[in-house]
Structures are given as structure tokens and as C-alpha cells.
């Protein structure tokens, strides 16, 4: 069930069991459908830049051009590799997969 958001909503994500908001002050709520068995899942985080959402894990690009990443459920694996998880301006995600856009185009 979705919860109130307190500001004003500058971006949202949604996927398969999650809705996020990003928020005007930089931070971000979250809604997991399955909020019992969500991971590390913050209800609210602060300096988010976007957010992405997966069929099984949520990213969220952080201001300080990091990512953050939660599974879905304890027995899921969700992690980003080195290599894109500095200097990042962009992240999306679909179904199983992410893709990050860093800051030199790659």
C-alpha cells in the first residue's frame, strides 16, 4: 500500500513490487510491496540524485555519484560491480539487469 509522501515529488520509479519517490530536498521514500522481506531497504535516504527499479532490486544514484543497491528478499544477490559504482551520472534499470552511465560517457 502506498504511503504519503512528505514534499514535494521532483521523480518516481516504479517496478514489479516497488514504488519510489524522489523528493525536492534530495531525499527519497520508498514503498515495497513485500516490505518484510526487502533487504537493507531504507524507508527514507537522504542526497538521492534518481532512482531506478528492477524486477527484484532498487538503485538509487546518490550526490555524491555512487550506488546504492538492495535485493528484494534475503536470498537475492544484488550487488554493483566496481566499475560502475563511482563517478556515475545516470542509472536505469528493467526486468534482472542495470545499466549505470558514468561521468567520462562510458
Do not use: C, M
Amino acid at each position: 500500500t502506498p504511503g504519503t509522501v512528505h514534499g514535494r515529488s521532483v521523480a518516481i520509479a516504479t517496478g514489479e513490487l516497488t514504488s519510489i519517490a524522489v523528493l525536492s530536498d534530495g531525499s527519497a521514500s520508498a514503498w515495497p510491496e513485500d516490505e518484510p522481506r526487502t533487504v537493507g531497504w531504507p524507508r527514507t535516504f537522504p542526497r538521492v540524485q534518481s532512482v531506478a527499479v528492477g524486477d527484484h532490486y532498487s538503485l538509487a544514484l546518490i550526490s555524491d555519484h555512487t550506488v546504492r543497491i538492495w535485493p528484494r528478499n534475503k536470498n537475492a544477490s544484488a550487488k554493483v560491480p566496481p566499475i560502475a559504482s563511482e563517478d556515475v551520472i545516470a542509472v536505469a534499470a528493467s526486468g534482472w539487469f542495470f545499466s549505470v552511465v558514468k561521468s567520462d560517457g562510458s
